[in-house]
Every structure is written in structure tokens, then in C-alpha cells.
């Protein structure tokens, strides 16, 4: 059974930062790429940031590029998202997905920015 946990979002002030961590179980990791999304209300899902995994080549969202890194660690089955200078039109649900052949989701972390 695969599963994807994301965890590390919250509330957080404009200018701050946060990590998310996206642990993953039941399928051989180093062959995923893995790719964080987010949903604000209302609006349509949209990819923040991806990376592979033997070359570790990474993509961002224009809107979030210089601000949010993507890394992984192979070892651990888990994909980070290292959030700075955070902005409140970041707020949003931020999923995890891996995807090979097959593709699979998490449940999704509730990240706020608001004074």
C-alpha cells in the first residue's frame, strides 16, 4: 500500500518561512519524480516545484522561483520543500505526488501566511 504523508505546514507571518516533508511508503522512491502542488480556495491545483531523482534536476513555479527549494532525500523515501519569504497569496494546501508509472497523492498540509 502506497502512502505519502506530508507534514510541516501551519501558520506563519509574511517574510517567513516553513520546510514540508513528504514521506513516502510502499514504492521504490528513487524512481519517482516528485513534485509538490498547491490549492488555494477557489483557485485551480498548480505545480510549485519538482525534482527527479537520479539527477536531482529540478522545476519551480515562476511565482515561487528564488523564494521555495525542492530537495530529496533517497535514503529516507522523503521530498522537502524549503519555503522563504513567504507571501500571503502562498497560502494553500501543498500536496505531495510522486509519479512514475503510476501516480499517487498525499493528503495535502494547510499552509497559512497572514499577519
Known amino acids: 500500500q502506497v502512502q505519502l504523508v506530508e507534514s510541516g505546514g501551519g501558520l506563519v507571518q509574511p517574510g517567513g518561512s516553513l520546510r514540508l516533508s513528504c514521506t513516502t511508503s510502499?514504492?521504490?522512491?528513487?524512481?519517482?519524480?516528485m513534485t509538490w502542488y498547491r490549492q488555494a480556495p477557489g483557485k485551480e491545483r498548480e505545480l510549485v516545484a519538482a525534482i527527479t531523482s537520479a539527477i536531482r534536476s529540478t522545476n519551480y513555479a515562476d511565482s515561487v522561483k528564488g523564494r521555495f527549494t525542492i530537495s530529496r532525500d533517497n535514503t529516507k523515501n522523503t521530498v522537502y520543500l524549503e519555503m522563504n519569504s513567504l507571501k500571503p497569496e502562498d497560502t494553500a494546501v501543498y500536496y505531495c505526488?510522486?509519479?512514475?508509472?503510476?501516480?499517487?497523492w498525499g493528503q495535502g498540509t494547510q499552509v497559512t501566511v497572514s499577519s
Open positions: 505526488n510522486a509519479k512514475f508509472i503510476n501516480d499517487y
Open positions: 510502499g514504492l521504490t522512491f528513487s524512481r519517482y519524480i
